[in-house]
Nanobody, 123 residues
Framework: QVQLVESGGGSVQAGGSLRLSCVAS????????MGWFRQAPGKEHEFVAT????????LYADSVKGRFTISRDNAKNTVALQMNSLKPEDTAVYYC????????????????WGQGTQVTVSS
């Protein structure tokens, strides 16, 4: 079992920045690929980014590429999502998730999920 807890959400004006963090406990964090997803009201979960267990490999959704950066610190059991140049369409609940293999953009392929943190971007 892996327990995930997100933090760092909040309200910001368009063009601003936020940094989300996800702390993991339970089984060895460094053996899991980590991902960030988001869900806007009335919409399905949307893939945002994923990072391999070494941190060497990353993938981003086209909608956030160049604005968001995913990173991890295995010594601290954390994964972060730095979000810059935020837009109103980035408003959503953001979730971190874990799975053993890296490379998936599919929600159903992730085994463990956090409770989510709200990000609201005003125009």
């Amino acid at each position: 079992q892996v327990q995930l807890v997100e933090s760092g959400g909040g309200s910001v004006q368009a063009g601003g920045s936020l940094r989300l963090s996800c702390v993991a406990s339970g089984r060895a964090f460094s053996y899991y690929a980590m991902g960030w997803f988001r869900q806007a009201p009335g919409k399905e979960h949307e893939f945002v980014a994923t990072i391999s267990w070494t941190g060497r490999n990353t993938l981003y959704a086209d909608s956030v590429k160049g604005r968001f950066t995913i990173s991890r610190d295995n010594a601290k059991n954390t994964v972060a999502l730095q979000m810059n140049s935020l837009k109103p369409e980035d408003t959503a609940v953001y979730y971190c998730a874990a799975r053993p293999q890296w490379g998936s953009r599919l929600r159903d392929e992730y085994d463990y999920w956090g409770q989510g943190t709200q990000v609201t971007v005003s125009s």
